[in-house]
């Protein structure tokens, strides 16, 4: 979400017009986030955010917009994209600043950064929804940072790391490597994920939760990888990334109380975790190390996966109970 294309105010309010969402009143560029360019955009008829995706190809973008319209449309509260009115509620992809973009209703309340169990367990019990929605979403496509992207960018990063931290990288890639080749890890159930379910995609209002947003890592993959990335940023330690067993047997028994977990899932959940780790230190090197130039950007520190990879390893959580 940092900005790395400008918009001029009167192409945005013309596009808004087009969408009959109103006169602008506000273009704000917004700081967080490194992955595409994001702006809030507040009108007389209400607030919206436009995106404009920097990386992300057009024919890749309709399955995460039209995944938000089917999650919306089944009741979960994620952002919802707009077309122009009287074309196909299909063709929600627009273009800005030469660039392919969207605008989604902005959600309300806030990010709770400081989460506690009741949190946590309400975030469990929405993901477990979500996934259930997603079911018979009609498009498919895999994990764009799944195990082949972890073994292409391995050897990108290894050079900017030290000895002890390529050795890490190296034996916990094979490690990842030989659990996908497992006949466990074949049998876990799988759909549509968010994939990036951090504290910072949630929002909050009184205590509530009004919304999971930023779906742009979004793919077909495991259910289980999307609890094990949730596990290790609502359930950690941010200072030591140590496991917080409070939280996790909260987020586990509300997310089982929806969809209760395969045993395959409760078997490959502490393997899992690593890999959630393992996917996001890889990424944070990279954005770090070969960082791309943009305005109000600024990348996320790679030590604290590190750390949270490092605690996975030496201290595998005994979450069965609150599995089962």
């Not at 466990?184 to 799988?190: E, K, Q, S, W």
Request: aromatic share 10%; proline share 7%; charged share 20%.
């Amino acid at each position: 979400m940092a900005v790395f294309t400008q918009v001029a105010e009167e192409e945005a309010r013309e596009l808004l017009r087009r969408l009959q969402l109103g006169e602008l009143r506000e273009l704000r560029g917004i700081h967080g986030g490194i992955e595409n360019t994001n702006y809030f955009a507040t009108t007389d008829q209400g607030q919206f955010v436009l995106t404009l995706f920097e990386r992300l190809s057009p024919a890749q973008l309709p399955f995460y917009l039209r995944l938000m319209k089917h999650l919306a449309l089944h009741g979960i509260p994620v952002p919802e994209p707009h077309a122009v009115p009287g074309q196909k509620q299909e063709n929600l992809l627009l273009e800005v600043a030469g660039k392919p973009a969207a605008v989604v209703n902005r959600l309300r309340g806030h990010s709770e950064l400081a989460p506690g169990a009741r949190h946590c367990a309400e975030v469990g019990a929405m993901l477990a929804r979500m996934h259930l929605a997603a079911r018979d979403f009609p498009l498919s496509q895999p994990n764009l940072r799944g195990l082949a992207w972890w073994n292409e960018t391995v050897p990108v990063v290894l050079p900017h790391v030290d000895p002890d931290q390529a050795a890490l990288l190296r034996s916990e890639l094979a490690f990842q490597n030989h659990v996908a080749a497992s006949s466990a890890y074949a049998a876990l159930p799988r759909g549509p994920i968010h994939a990036d379910l951090f504290r910072d995609n949630v929002m909050f209002e009184d205590g509530e939760l009004t919304g999971f947003f930023d779906f742009y890592f979004a793919g077909v993959d495991s259910w289980l990888f999307d609890i094990a990335v949730c596990l290790n940023d609502w359930c950690v330690d941010l200072p030591t990334g140590a496991h917080d067993a409070a939280r996790a047997a909260a987020f586990l028994r509300a997310y089982a109380s929806v969809r209760p977990l395969a045993s395959a899932e409760r078997q490959l959940l502490p393997a899992m975790l690593r890999a959630g780790a393992l996917r996001f230190w890889i990424s944070r090197l990279w954005d770090f190390h070969l960082p791309r130039e943009a305005a109000l950007l600024k990348p996320h520190d790679p030590s604290h996966f590190e750390r949270v990879l490092r605690q996975r390893v030496a201290h595998p959580p005994a979450l069965y109970a609150a599995t089962s």
